[in-house]
């Protein structure tokens, strides 16, 4: 018999919201207090992410993001910087403990099991997605999906993008390139290797797209996905780590 999970759809919040709910999500899961939880979510407004041990200053222009109104945030999960559009990606987390059935104990070999939900949403869209090691999906070669994970609390706590448009000339204003030139390369290596929904298939119906996914998750790791809400406990949980931690320069600088 399948296994219930919940489903959170949350349309748009900030990065610091965003990032607080993960985290108080994946507690309350590996608590007991919650079921496995999938969640989709975007960004309002557009935000800059940086990995857990990366350095603030080092990767992100802050003045170009103050200027443009971005946020920037860090997130509890590794890997490199990341420009979160508004308009361009859809966002999902996902909260379970970390002896979930069927799930490996090597965070290496469990992305290519997390992450069949995208490829098997992308697919049913009629993209030929693949998981590529170590943790991105692509189409005809070029990634349109980046995923990293945590495990904490006993639990396991992934997220990713699945971009449904892309704008390398924005996210290299905001990301620290050494000069014009090494951006121009940057800009262009982007444009040969990541690709988006819109390039790959033309106009992007979010809701379509989003529906795909919860499909696509539910059929790749034999789930019912029962929609939900956040709990009075999650919320104040959250609450509590925007102010204590996401949206505090200790935080967000500390490396």
């Keep these: 018999m399948p296994q219930m999970w919940r489903l959170l759809q949350h349309g748009a919040r900030s990065a610091y919201e965003n990032m607080a709910i993960d985290e108080a999500m994946l507690r309350c899961v590996t608590g007991g207090l919650v079921p496995p939880t999938l969640r989709f979510y975007r960004w ?33 999960t590794g890997g490199g910087a990341v420009y979160h559009d508004y308009e361009g990606e859809i966002t999902y987390s996902l909260a379970i403990p970390d002896d979930y059935p069927g799930i490996p104990q090597k965070v290496l070999d469990s992305y290519d099991v997390l992450c069949r939900g995208i490829v098997v949403g992308l697919q049913s869209l009629g993209l030929p997605a693949e998981f590529k090691p170590i943790n991105d999906i692509i189409v005809n070669g070029r990634k349109i999906s980046g995923n990293a994970q945590t ?3 006993h639990g396991i706590l992934q997220h990713g993008t699945i971009l449904c448009e892309v704008d390398p000339h924005l996210m290299f204003t905001l990301l620290k390139v050494p000069n014009e030139k090494i951006r121009d390369k940057l800009i262009a290596g982007v444009e040969e290797r990541v690709t988006s929904i819109s390039r790959e298939l033309g106009a992007v119906d ?12 539910a059929e790749a790791l034999s789930i019912t996905l029962v929609p939900g809400e956040l709990t009075e406990h999650e919320h104040v949980l959250a609450q509590a780590l925007k102010e204590e931690h996401y949206a505090t320069d200790s935080w967000n600088a500390k490396r």
């Design 44 to 76: 309002q407004p557009s935000a800059v992410s940086i990995g857990y041990f990366q350095g603030l200053e080092q990767e992100v222009d802050l003045e170009a993001c103050a200027a443009r109104g971005i946020d920037v945030i860090r997130r509890l």
């Design 151 to 153: 495990r904490r609390f």
């Design 206 to 217: 979010r809701e379509l797209v989003t529906q795909a996914m919860i499909d696509g998750f």
